[in-house]
C-alpha cells in the first residue's frame, strides 16, 4: 500500500505515454518471481499522457487491478479530466512481463499487447482537440458535448496504436462565446503510425447548418497533409469561419 510517481508506472509497465501524476495502490499478492498474482484497488491524480499529438493534463482515475505474470487487468476503471468529461471502462494488457523483465528481444515469446475499451461522457469538443489536435484545429467553433463509446489497441511499440471513437454530440447547457450550438455523429480512427485520422463519417447539425465530412485529417506532425471531402448545406456561412480558418480556406469577408 502507497503512493508511486506514474513515470515508474510507466518504466514498469510499458504502458504509452505516462508523464505525470501520482499513483495511488492498494494491493495484496503472493508467488514467485516468475509466477505471481496481486488483487488490489488502484488510482491517479494530476495523471498526465503525452505521446505523438496526444496530450492529456490533470486526469484523475480510480480501478480495480488484477497482475499476474501473464496480464494485467484494469477493471471499473472511473475517470474524470480537468477540462471535462468521463469515461468508465477498461484496460487489458498482456505479454508486459516479458517486455519489462529482460533486455533480450531472443527472449521475449509475444509482443506486448494492449487493448482499453470505454464509455465516454461529457466530452467538449474543445477539450477533445485540446487533448489530441494540433493547435490550429483546436477550436472549430461548435459547442457540443460527446456521448459514446471509445477503443484503444496495440500490439509491440506505441507506434502500432490505434484508436477508434464511435459517439454523438450534443449542445451543453451552456454555448460558450463565439460558438454555435450543434448536434451530430462522429465515427473517426487514430492511428499512431501515420500520424493521421481516418473521418468515416462527421456528421453536424447547427441552427442554419449541415455538415458532412470524411476522409483524412493530418495531425502528427502538424505538416503531414490532410485529404477530406466535405458536404455543407448552410443559410448563415459565418457559422463555419473558424473551420476554414483552421483548414487554410478564406473566410468570406474576412480581411
Same mark, same amino acid.
Given at each position: 500500500?502507497?503512493?508511486?510517481?506514474?513515470?515508474?508506472?510507466? @518504466? $514498469? /509497465? !510499458?504502458?504509452?505515454?505516462?508523464? *505525470?501524476?501520482?499513483?495511488? &495502490?492498494?494491493? =495484496?499478492?503472493?508467488? +514467485?518471481?516468475?509466477?505471481?498474482?496481486?488483487?488490489?484497488?488502484?488510482?491517479?491524480?494530476?495523471?498526465?499522457?503525452?505521446?505523438?499529438?496526444?496530450?492529456?493534463?490533470?486526469?484523475?482515475?480510480?480501478?480495480?487491478?488484477?497482475?499476474?505474470?501473464?496480464?494485467? @487487468? $484494469? /477493471? !471499473?476503471?472511473?475517470?474524470?479530466? *480537468?477540462?471535462?468529461?468521463? &469515461?468508465?471502462? =477498461?484496460?487489458?494488457? +498482456?505479454?508486459?512481463?516479458?517486455?519489462?523483465?529482460?533486455?533480450?528481444?531472443?527472449?521475449?515469446?509475444?509482443?506486448?499487447?494492449?487493448?482499453?475499451?470505454?464509455?465516454?461522457?461529457?466530452?467538449?469538443?474543445?477539450?477533445?482537440?485540446?487533448?489530441?489536435?494540433?493547435?490550429?484545429?483546436?477550436?472549430?467553433?461548435?459547442?457540443?458535448?460527446?456521448?459514446?463509446?471509445?477503443?484503444?489497441?496495440w500490439t509491440g511499440p506505441f507506434s502500432s496504436l490505434t484508436g477508434t471513437v464511435n459517439v454523438t454530440v450534443t449542445p451543453p447547457p451552456t454555448t460558450p462565446p463565439n460558438e454555435v450550438p450543434a448536434t451530430g455523429v462522429v465515427n473517426a480512427t487514430y492511428v499512431q503510425r501515420s500520424g493521421t485520422v481516418l473521418v468515416g463519417s462527421l456528421q453536424i447539425h447547427t441552427p442554419a447548418s449541415e455538415l458532412e465530412m470524411a476522409g483524412t485529417l493530418g495531425?502528427?506532425?502538424?505538416?503531414?497533409?490532410?485529404?477530406?471531402?466535405?458536404?455543407?448545406?448552410?443559410?448563415?456561412?459565418?457559422?463555419?469561419?473558424?473551420?476554414?480558418?483552421?483548414?487554410?480556406?478564406?473566410?468570406?469577408?474576412?480581411?
Open positions: 500500500k502507497g503512493a508511486v510517481d506514474a513515470r515508474e508506472v510507466h @518504466a $514498469l /509497465t !510499458g504502458a504509452p505515454g505516462l508523464t *505525470a501524476g501520482t499513483a495511488q &495502490l492498494s494491493a =495484496t499478492g503472493h508467488g +514467485t518471481r516468475t509466477e505471481f498474482t496481486a488483487d488490489g484497488l488502484a488510482g491517479i491524480t494530476g495523471g498526465a499522457n503525452r505521446e505523438g499529438s496526444v496530450h492529456i493534463t490533470g486526469a484523475s482515475a480510480t480501478t480495480h487491478v488484477h497482475v499476474t505474470q501473464d496480464q494485467i @487487468a $484494469l /477493471t !471499473g476503471i472511473h475517470a474524470h479530466l *480537468a477540462s471535462g468529461g468521463s &469515461l468508465q471502462g =477498461t484496460l487489458l494488457l +498482456t505479454n508486459w512481463y516479458g517486455a519489462v523483465s529482460t533486455s533480450s528481444p531472443a527472449a521475449r515469446t509475444a509482443p506486448e499487447k494492449g487493448a482499453i475499451r470505454a464509455q465516454l461522457a461529457g466530452f467538449s469538443l474543445d477539450s477533445i482537440l485540446d487533448a489530441v489536435a494540433p493547435p490550429r484545429f483546436r477550436r472549430l467553433g461548435f459547442a457540443t458535448e460527446a456521448t459514446g463509446t471509445a477503443a484503444v489497441d495531425v502528427y506532425p502538424v505538416t503531414r497533409p490532410s485529404e477530406i471531402n466535405a458536404s455543407v448545406t448552410t443559410r448563415n456561412l459565418s457559422e463555419f469561419n473558424p473551420i476554414l480558418s483552421a483548414f487554410g480556406i478564406a473566410v468570406p469577408g474576412a480581411a
